[in-house]
């Protein structure tokens, strides 16, 4: 498939205001293009850089259909979008990565049926329709798994680990659902992401994998590069991610999430079908960040420098880092060389809410990481130890 190829001038369609959102228009409106939101307000992360922004929701067709001629190509920043939204302005305007992709990472049976047909190793897993159902599957995962909504999660929402000792019965009753996922637990050392890229020539690119530490099931730290990370895995974490990306004739970005399990193996865990919060050091680390791979590959344009110049880290900024943040506290920060500040325009801190993050870089990625803790420290965030 070949996309047709806009220049600078051109206006980019985005659905979703989120910072996800503000930092593809960022990235497009540094390069001479227009930026258009979808889906929310003009004081949403996004929507405060935005040309225009439509605030209606996702299947009002109306309002799709006249948001459709003011873009020449949509995008979208997070998977929680209406599959019938994507199909809906396909027919008004191109839109990437395209419905499939989307509707298998916002279904976890549809995503994990989906990689294996393909050969790609995942945790072991069961469609679970009842109590009775439930019990006999954590009995074959013998006695412990992970029980997950097939939709609508994120950050450890949706989940939840269950034994054979629970009264499962009412563990399946407070899940409310009538359709659920359940996985076998993986042994694993240590979490990991890639960000890829794929173009309308066929074209995959590849970030430097991440290593990525989480706490209370949020992202915390993303390390790239990592000594934990083995060249043989580098390199199946690429070919993992270029089968994804050829299998969805995915033009765009995505990120794939692994298990390192402690034979020195890989197992998905998730694929999410935009850019993702492992991949934020790009930005600051690369020459062309993962937003504008974004831009370039649904703009027809050719990939970007993604070699990385320098170990990096990043460091999630949450509403929690964020209490006792002073005008003072934070000259503190900015006085640190190497530490980038980059902050989502997010009016209200709460617990828990992604609010920015720091990108570190250092001559090792070690040295980066103690410098970026400091900077959080410095906030007047105690840090939380990683679990």
């Known amino acids: 498939m070949t996309t047709k190829i806009l220049s600078p001038g051109s206006r980019l369609g985005m659905l979703g205001g989120g910072q996800l959102g503000r930092m593809f228009g960022q990235a497009a409106r540094r390069s001479g293009y227009g930026f258009v939101v979808f889906g929310d307000p003009s004081d949403s992360p996004a929507g405060q850089i935005a040309d225009r922004t439509f605030a209606a929701g996702f299947l009002d067709e109306d309002a799709l259909r006249e948001f459709a001629p003011t873009v020449d190509v949509v995008s979208y920043e997070q998977e929680n979008i209406p599959v019938r939204t994507v199909e809906f302005l396909q027919q008004f305007v191109p839109v990437y990565p395209g419905p499939e992709l989307l509707k298998a990472s916002q279904h976890r049976l549809l995503e994990k049926t989906s990689l294996r047909s393909i050969g790609i190793p995942t945790a072991d897993f069961l469609r679970i329709t009842s109590a009775e159902e439930l019990a006999k599957g954590v009995e074959q995962f013998d006695g ?203 009016a209200e801190a709460r617990i828990g809410r992604k609010m920015g993050h720091l990108n570190v870089l250092a001559e090792t990625a070690e040295a980066a990481e103690s410098l970026g803790h400091e900077a959080r420290r410095r906030l007047g965030f105690v840090r939380t130890p990683i679990e």
């Open 144 to 346: 412990d798994a992970i029980l997950k909504t097939v939709t609508l999660g994120y950050d450890g929402k949706g989940q939840a680990r269950v034994r054979s000792s629970q009264d499962l019965n009412a563990v399946w009753s407070q899940f409310r659902t009538s359709e659920a996922i359940l996985e076998k637990v993986v042994d694993f050392a240590f979490e990991l992401s890639i960000v890829a890229s794929r173009f309308s020539n066929g074209e995959c690119r590849f970030y430097s994998p991440s290593v990525n530490h989480h706490v209370n099931h949020i992202l915390d730290v993303s390390i790239s590069p990592s000594p934990l990370i083995s060249a043989k895995q580098v390199k199946e974490a690429q070919e993992i991610a270029r089968g994804i990306l050829e299998h969805f004739h995915v033009i765009g970005v995505l990120c794939v999430e692994f298990f390192a399990t402690r034979d020195g193996g890989l197992v998905v865990n998730e694929i999410a079908p935009r850019p993702h919060n492992s991949g934020h050091l790009t930005m600051d680390a690369c020459r062309s960040s993962q937003f504008e791979q974004q831009f370039r590959a649904i703009c027809g344009l050719p990939s970007g420098d993604v070699q990385q110049r320098s170990p990096a880290v990043m460091i999630n900024l949450l509403g929690d880092h964020l209490m006792n943040a002073t005008p003072e506290r934070w000259a503190s920060v900015f006085e640190l060389p190497g530490v980038f500040v980059h902050l989502y325009g997010k």
